[in-house]
């Protein structure tokens, strides 16, 4: 005799006829309930997403800080050395040149040129530098010496009220054989030339 409506699944045991048509409708509802839940999220999440951003095109941070570099004063006066400095900053280099070289250091070539490149959040670099240096017990005319050397640099903060940072300073120096001995970390800040 022919069962009509009723599945039988040979390799299950204990089921009776017709109680896998109930146990299966459940789970195939489910199912395509869960399906159906998953290509909406998938088809309209990113239109939710457009439709959060602002109407207006938002500024990156580097274009903002390219347009601040940009009207950044041109020259800075150092309150530890008393010396002026031009400053060329973008986002990824900090420059600056000693410009009010007194003119007879000036005749022997001093001068002071940084350069610093972008390192995280600031600019890590050297000053490159060619100086008078005083010859203790030298006679007049004598008593002073040019000198290259080459110190580290590091700018922290880049504002148009300030520029702040640290360098080595020289603490012990021969200045007979053009040596530093000694350095230390010495802050400084420099505001805008009036």
Known sequence: MKEIGVRRNPGVAGIEPGAEEDILKPALIAGKLALALLL????????????????APA?????????????????WHSEATKHDFRAEVTKDLFR??????????????AYIHTECRRAGPKWVGSSRVNMLFAIPGA?????????SLTVRFEVDSVSPEKITGHSEAIHTFDVNACKVQETKWGEFTWIPKK
Do not use: H, N, R
Request: one cysteine or more; proline letters at 11%; glycine letters at 6%.
């Open 139 to 147: 006679p007049s005319g004598k008593d002073t010496k040019v000198c």
């Open 40 to 55: 909406a999220l998938l088809i309209f999440s990113p239109y939710q997403g457009a439709a959060q951003k602002p109407t």
């Open 96 to 109: 600056a040149e000693w410009v009010d070289i007194p003119p007879a250091a000036a005749k022997q070539g």
């Open 59 to 75: 500024m990156s941070a580097a274009m903002a800080s390219d347009l601040a570099f940009d009207k950044l004063p041109k020259v």
